[in-house]
């Protein structure tokens, strides 16, 4: 009897082993921050029933949530139960592998921690640049209600420029850090390719159940995620020798370290993370405030302080604070009143500090998305990627658009005039703010510059290079100041500004000179606009008025910018372009 159950329990094992399966990669698609790998492979069922499948020689570490896997096959056919499990052989680790993997381990420790600092740095100058600004905006304000120490005053602002000062040093010195960091990065990655041959690690494997009705062919499709390649957009623009036409194309810069090489495979680039969290918003409970106190003056009247603090900055390093969340520093001057019953003339507190442009960059990708450009688009062909994690570059899409051209100058920021092509969007194009584009006038290469986005309503804006044939210039023609008024006396300045343009071309051209419109922020000090400023500007930009100027062949042009500032005799008046 037992020499009947042994044999049938043995082929009842035999028929249960899983048929290795050769699936070579045939495509990957690639997001920016991580890439889908799919494999193919093919087999015949010689019956029907319940087959078991292995894919072998899988990167090491693959979880279940990293799987996605589809079976085609005679009909009916279905697809039942899925693992993963690592190869069972065993890994001799070198000492010389291990000393690389330590040495990569802390590097990656020492970039988190400059990350991390370089990231406390840009909060903490971001505090300080809105509590110098709401200072300087609030000083003319308190005049009404007590003088306050000027040595006070200029101490508290010699402490602000100080500390903002140290904070821009700070950052500077971590940036030249990581750039050291990198190359010792790049040294040790080098390294490590050089045994990258050797079988450090165990490979996955995964184990696929397929039921199919009768014999037949089957197809197998297995995709897993790849946390180890991702790809970058970079731009061209190739402005036409005419000047008439616009050529836009995305590349995509792929780079990977999966340690598998991607050899022939068709590349899908997507713009998509499929890996943001899709929770939304909300609150979680209410807005907490807090408050700081500036020193008493000698008069005994305490100066108190207003600052906004964008949502998460702590307090701790100026003044005290709490350091809760989502502070916003109140005024303890309106405290007082409010506790007093005084009426309150004060304005009504700006709004907190825009947040750091790569939330800005951020916010930008997911509106892209939102509105329809979270695109897959596929590379014509079949590509090789290998892994070695530099980058590859390979074209996307191409658009052309006709654009508008100009010559723009701002004399009061720099003397210099710049070509400049704006465009609308390309329909299905998309466009990744602050991405590099390198732009050409033909087949002159005439540098690069980031992607803006810019405001609803605007068009995009290229810049390609400045324009030899304008000579600019700013001078203060005149700026004088002096004592106004019969009864109350009043300090005035007026300022009058020359912004020239001269063309030492053959053919005339049109000029758009952009200056910045000074705005008062307080009822106190008043600003006008003398009627000697020339006419004929337009605010297309919020705060920036453009002339547009014809110049004739050897022409030139003056644009005269004249105002009048009155303010308070006992009062600061900060963001006046003042120079004795």
């Known amino acids: 009897m037992r020499l009947t159950v042994l044999p049938i329990l043995a082929l009842t094992l035999a028929a249960q082993e899983p048929t290795v399966l050769k699936a070579p990669i045939t495509r990957v698609r ?91 740095l840009k909060l903490e100058e ?63 990655q080098a390294e490590m390719q050089k045994q990258q041959g050797k079988d450090r690690v165990a490979p996955s494997r995964v184990t696929v159940e ?21 790809w970058t957009p970079v731009y061209d623009a190739r402005l036409s020798e005419d000047r008439k036409h616009l050529n836009l194309t995305l590349y995509a810069a792929v780079s990977q370290r999966s340690g598998e090489d991607w050899d022939s495979v068709r590349l899908e680039i997507s713009n998509a993370r499929p890996s943001r969290s899709l929770s939304f918003a909300k609150y979680e409970g209410p807005q907490s405030l807090a408050w700081i106190q500036f ?11 207003l600052a906004f603090l964008a949502p998460g900055t702590v307090t701790s390093g100026f003044g005290g604070g709490s350091g809760a969340e989502n502070q916003y520093v109140v005024d303890g001057l309106e405290a007082d009143r409010a506790r007093s019953n005084e009426p309150s003339n004060m304005a009504p507190p700006p709004p907190p500090p825009p947040p750091p442009t790569e939330a800005i960059q951020q916010s930008a990708s997911v509106i892209a998305e939102a509105s329809g450009l979270s695109t897959t688009f596929a590379v014509e062909g079949t590509k090789d990627v290998p892994s070695d994690g530099e980058p590859h570059r390979f074209k996307v899409l191409t658009r052309e658009v006709e654009p508008h051209l100009a010559l723009v100058t701002t004399p009061r920021l720099d003397a210099t005039a710049f070509q400049v092509a704006r465009f609308s969007t390309p329909g299905g194009f998309p466009l990744f703010p602050g991405s590099p584009v390198t732009q050409y006038v033909g087949a002159q290469r005439l540098g690069e510059a980031p992607l803006h986005l810019p405001d609803a309503g605007q068009p995009f804006t290229l810049g390609f290079g400045p324009y030899k044939g304008l000579r600019v210039s700013f001078r203060r023609a005149d700026h004088k100041q002096e004592t106004v008024g019969t009864f109350s006396k009043e300090r005035q300045w007026t300022l009058r500004d020359e912004l020239k343009i001269s063309s030492d071309g053959s053919e005339p051209m049109d ?34 008025r453009t002339w547009t100027v014809h110049l004739e062949p050897k022409g030139s042009a003056t644009i005269i910018v004249s105002t009048q500032v009155r303010a308070p005799q006992d009062g600061i008046v900060a963001g006046l372009d003042w120079k004795e």
Do not use: C
Not at 44 to 59: A, D, K, N, V
């Open 30 to 120: 690639l997001h920016p921050d991580e890439a889908w790998v799919t494999r193919v492979g093919h087999a015949r069922m010689e019956e029907g029933g319940t087959h078991r499948i292995q894919i072998e020689g899988l990167p090491s570490g693959l979880r279940l949530d990293d799987l996605q896997v589809s079976a085609k096959g005679p009909a009916g056919t279905s697809l039942g139960d899925v693992s993963v499990q690592s190869d069972t052989r065993t890994v001799a680790e070198t000492p010389e592998w291990k000393k690389l993997e330590s040495e990569q381990d802390d590097l990656k420790d020492r970039r988190d921690g400059l990350e991390s600092q370089i990231e406390a």
């Open 126 to 188: 971001a505090y300080l640049k809105a509590l110098q600004a709401t200072q300087d905006k609030e000083i003319s304000a308190r005049m009404v209600y007590g003088k306050p120490d000027p040595a006070g005053l200029l101490d508290l602002g010699k402490a602000l420029q100080g500390q903002l000062a140290q904070v821009l040093q700070q950052q500077r010195r971590f940036r030249r850090d990581l750039e050291k960091l990198g190359k010792e990065e790049s040294l040790l």
């Open 210 to 230: 397929i039921s199919t009705p009768v014999a037949g062919a089957v197809e197998v499709d297995l995709s897993y995620r790849n946390r180890q390649a991702r």
């Open 295 to 305: 020193p008493a003056n000698p008069s005994g009247r305490e100066m108190n302080g």
């Open 511 to 544: 000029v758009e000179v952009q200056d910045r419109v000074l705005k008062s922020a307080d009822d106190k000090a008043k600003v006008v606009a003398l009627p000697e400023t020339t006419p004929g500007s337009t605010e297309k930009v919020p705060g920036v």
